[in-house]
């Protein structure tokens, strides 16, 4: 009972002590730094005013009082002309109290080192003439009796020079302290403010410039517009060249009878000229660390395991290399006389035994060497970043629009390619392999080393999530198509452009895109198309996308444009015998048999990759195909880049429906089909020009509807041929646009 009585006081002692419960000493010593923070600025506001209000007023002490009088008086006395430093440093420190909560810190240290060397300043170059510092400093100039009596022993120990280097080292300190920051990351900070700051301000001189066009456009005389308030319109930016303008004409038509104009849209040009683009700095990617840690230990044990595997069954082989790579590690072997490589072969299962391997593959011969390879992965598997392979001397040694980074052998060597020299790519690859990292490091290689003049891009995206997030960039044709039943269309309009691209070729005398580009100003650009999924592709139009691939694949290379197909079912039913035939370069991530892999490779080997970017790579022409480490790209890389570019551009989705491309199945279609065809017609009559780039500006409509328009108009003889340097004339004036416009309404 006793100890049930004990037990009891003491659990009813412990709830008392619970309500009673004092403010804990944290949120009291929060409380004494904001009154000292307080405290501290009313100190440094009186002295403020003190300093400026009693300036020029015999009687200080009727305004500020005794102690505002004294405050003052200390200040000029001991800082001279730099009084107003002594209020300034007290708010610094009053800011310092009431954010960090402490007396003193090293950001404390870094505001004294600077007000010092500002007093100091003040002693040197506002002292009087005649007199030095010293001198200035007793008379409550210059800076004063602390300035003063710095300046006077500098002066004496090091000189005027010395004093001065002196002032800068210590401001450099001061800051250093005050930031709490290392140089370094200050550096890194300044740089990337100053890439966003010159795109920010890129963009506002782009609409400055912008806003005094459309004034000058709209002090020019008003065309003859019905209903119509906008300018005239204005002078054609140059802008890269369109290919469906490339049609020859069929003979021109006689004009109609009398009528009216009808209204008519017109709209102001806000696209910026492309001269101007400046490619994406390499700060916006993550530098991803390069460093290769070699455990020298454990390759020593595994050479000594390898020999002795051998030597156990009888075969006498010497390890005289060793390549570290990413992922992997390989054991070059010189085999002994008498040795066969079948012999070697045959023992894999025993040496990933042996080894602990997760896998291995061997390489029976490497390609240019008397030696076989033992590929071994190694324990950790190093991150290539896509920011070290784009700085490469390797990358920049290329010097193309078309050049991308795929990743480093096994030797660590940047992989760096050019897609003129495929000239088109099969990637194929399970999930989570690293396919679609691959084609964003490819995308992204071309982003950072092409212009939109020099690449244009079409993506086809049936999964919806991979390509998307590249939409509003000017490289794009078109936005990134998502609709399977759409994508044939847009490879039928990719054979549409090759066709007219060889036609423009055939009449200025060249067989190919480098040759045209040669001789003409208007520089034609190279196009990529990049199918994400092609197995989606063949589930839907199987017959269209297959023809419309290998006629790309064929004769598009000498057009400029290529092809890049991926797919992570890489069945024969999908990666067809004609496609395969048709594009000679290929990636092969991991896959899951030696079926799949011997249909991207037509050899095994892809089966027993690592995945995570562990490849097999076979550009066009080799023997076999070598093992890469693919590179690394994350999605924030992306966004930032993607953003980059947008800054720069107001440009407008070249197809915001899929509308305007449905308009190829109709290739009779009359002068009535399309709303915006009598608008068209009265900006070329206008302006006396015709060309699909000025329609996508004037009207705000995608390529494909812009070139339809101008071929309708060329087909109906109302705009010429065009001529060698690109140009068209147009065949009507105003009189007769208005005789054909009332004409056309009659019926």
């Not at 170059?125 to 300046?151: F, H, I, R, V």
């Not at 006077?152 to 120990?157: N, S, V």
């Not at 002078?235 to 003979?251: A, G, K, N, T």
């Not at 896998?359 to 920011?387: C, D, Q, T, Y």
Request: glycine share 6%.
């Amino acid at each position: 009972m006793a100890g049930k009585k004990k037990s009891s006081s003491s659990t009813r002692t412990i709830k008392v002590t619970a309500r009673a419960e004092p403010k804990s000493p944290g949120a009291l010593e929060h409380l004494k730094y904001d009154i000292l923070s307080l405290v501290a600025f009313t100190l440094a506001v009186f002295s403020y005013v003190s300093l400026r209000k009693a300036q020029g007023i015999p009687d200080d002490s009727r305004i500020i009082g005794w102690l505002g009088t004294g405050i003052k008086a200390a200040l000029e006395y001991a800082l001279g002309s730099g009084a107003v430093l002594g209020p300034l440093f007290i708010l610094g420190w009053s800011a310092h109290l009431g954010i960090r909560k402490k007396t003193w810190s090293t950001q404390m240290w870094g505001l004294s080192i600077i007000g010092l060397v500002s007093i100091l300043l003040f002693a040197v170059y506002k002292t009087p003439s005649g007199m030095n510092p010293w001198e200035a400093g007793q008379a409550g100039l210059g800076g004063g009796y602390l300035g003063g009596s710095m300046a006077y022993l500098l002066t004496r120990l090091v000189g005027h020079i010395g004093l001065n280097i002196l002032a800068l080292f210590g401001t450099l300190v001061g800051l250093l302290l005050l930031v709490d920051q290392p140089a370094a990351t200050i550096f890194k900070q300044m740089q990337k403010t100053a890439a966003l700051v010159k795109a920010r301000l890129d963009e506002v001189m782009f609409y400055r410039d912008a806003g005094e066009e459309s004034e000058a456009n709209s002090a020019s005389p008003a065309p003859v517009i019905i209903d119509s308030s906008t300018a005239s319109p204005p002078r054609e930016e140059h802008s890269p060249v369109p290919i469906v303008d490339i049609q020859q004409p069929l003979p021109a038509a006689a004009a109609a009878d009398s009528g009216a104009v009808p209204p008519l849209r017109t709209f102001k040009s806000r696209t910026r000229q492309e001269d101007d683009y400046c490619l994406p700095p390499l700060e916006l990617l993550s530098d991803v660390s390069s460093e290769r840690l070699i455990d020298k230990k454990n390759i020593k044990e595994s050479i000594a395991v390898l020999e002795e595997t051998f030597a156990s069954f009888g075969v006498a082989v010497k390890v005289n290399q060793v390549s570290c790579g990413p992922a992997v590690t390989r054991y070059e072997l010189t085999p002994g006389p008498g040795v066969k490589i079948s012999r070697i072969i045959s023992l894999a299962d025993d040496l990933q035994l042996n080894l602990a391997a997760p896998g291995i593959r061997i390489e029976a011969p490497i390609p240019g060497k008397a030696a076989v390879g033992i590929e071994v992965p190694n324990r950790k598997i190093m991150s290539v970043g896509l920011r070290s392979l784009i700085s490469s001397p390797a990358f920049k040694k290329l010097k193309s629009p078309l050049a991308f980074a795929l990743g480093e052998d096994i030797s660590g060597n940047p992989v760096v390619a050019r897609l003129s020299d495929m000239p088109h790519l099969l990637i194929a690859g399970s999930t989570g392999s690293g396919k679609s990292v691959c084609l964003n490091c490819i995308i992204m290689s071309m982003l950072y080393n092409s212009k939109p003049t020099e690449l244009k891009l079409v993506f086809i995206d049936p999964k919806m999530v991979e390509l998307t997030v590249y939409n509003g960039i000017p490289h794009l044709m078109t936005p990134v198509v998502t609709d399977p039943k759409k994508a044939s269309l847009i490879l039928r309009w990719m054979v549409r452009e090759m066709e007219k691209r060889y036609q423009l070729f055939a009449r200025s005398g060249v067989r190919d895109i480098q040759r045209y580009n040669q001789i003409s100003p208007d520089k034609l650009p190279y196009i990529v198309i990049i199918i994400d999924e092609l197995a989606d592709l063949m589930m839907v139009a199987p017959v269209d996308v297959e023809d419309a691939i290998c006629r790309l694949a064929q004769m598009a290379r000498a057009a400029g444009m290529h092809l890049i197909v991926a797919t992570q079912r890489p069945s024969v039913d999908v990666v067809t015998g004609i496609i395969k035939a048709n594009i000679p370069s290929r990636i092969a991530f991991a896959v899951s048999s030696q079926t799949d892999s011997r249909t991207i490779l037509d050899s095994g080997g892809a089966e027993k990759l690592l995945g995570k970017g562990d490849a097999l790579f076979l550009p066009v022409g080799a023997a076999k195909p070598f093992r890469i480490q693919g590179a690394f790209v994350s999605d924030r890389d992306i966004e930032n880049t993607v953003e980059f570019i947008k800054t720069q551009f107001n440009a407008d989705e070249s197809a915001s429906e899929m509308e305007e491309l449905e308009l190829l199945d109709d290739e009779d279609a009359s002068l009535t089909d399309d709303e915006l065809f009598w608008d068209a017609l009265k900006i070329f009559v206008d302006s006396k020009k015709a060309s699909v780039s000025l329609l996508q500006r004037r009207l705000r409509v995608g390529y494909a509807r812009a070139a339809r328009l101008v071929d309708i108009m060329e087909e109906r003889g109302l705009i010429s041929e065009q001529d060698s340097n690109k140009r068209r004339e147009v065949l009507i004036d105003q009189e007769q646009f208005e005789k054909l416009y009332a004409r056309n309404k009659l019926c």
